[in-house]
């Protein structure tokens, strides 16, 4: 069992940036896919940006490619999604996921989600 906590959300203007954090706790998520999805009001959930486990590769959302950055630090057990240069339209509740398993950005094959944190941008 994983359990993911995320911080970091708020109020931003467009065009500021944000960090998000997402602790994982009891195990490392060293070999774990790990990954960012975002959910606006009235839409469905969407992937944002993940990373593969033990290779560490990225892979984001055409909507956030150049703005948006993952990392993880396995040591510590947590992973980051900087954002920057933020739109109106990246409001959202973002939520932090998990798979124990081959990399796969599907809602549906993630095992493990955080609560979520609210990102809202205003014009």
């Known amino acids: 069992q994983v359990q993911l906590v995320e911080s970091g959300g708020g109020l931003v203007q467009a065009g500021g940036s944000l960090r998000l954090s997402c602790a994982a706790s009891p195990r490392t998520i060293r070999a774990y896919t790990m990954a960012w999805f975002r959910q606006a009001p009235g839409k469905e959930r969407e992937f944002a940006a993940g990373s593969g486990g033990w290779s560490g590769s990225t892979y984001y959302a055409d909507s956030v490619k150049g703005r948006f950055t993952i990392s993880r630090d396995n040591a510590a057990n947590t992973v980051y999604l900087q954002m920057n240069r933020l739109k109106p339209e990246d409001t959202a509740v973002y939520y932090c996921?998990?798979?124990?398993?081959?990399?796969?950005?599907?809602?549906?094959?993630?095992?493990?989600w955080g609560k979520g944190t609210l990102v809202t941008v205003s014009s």
């Open positions: 996921a998990a798979r124990n398993g081959p990399v796969s950005w599907s809602v549906v094959d993630m095992d493990y």
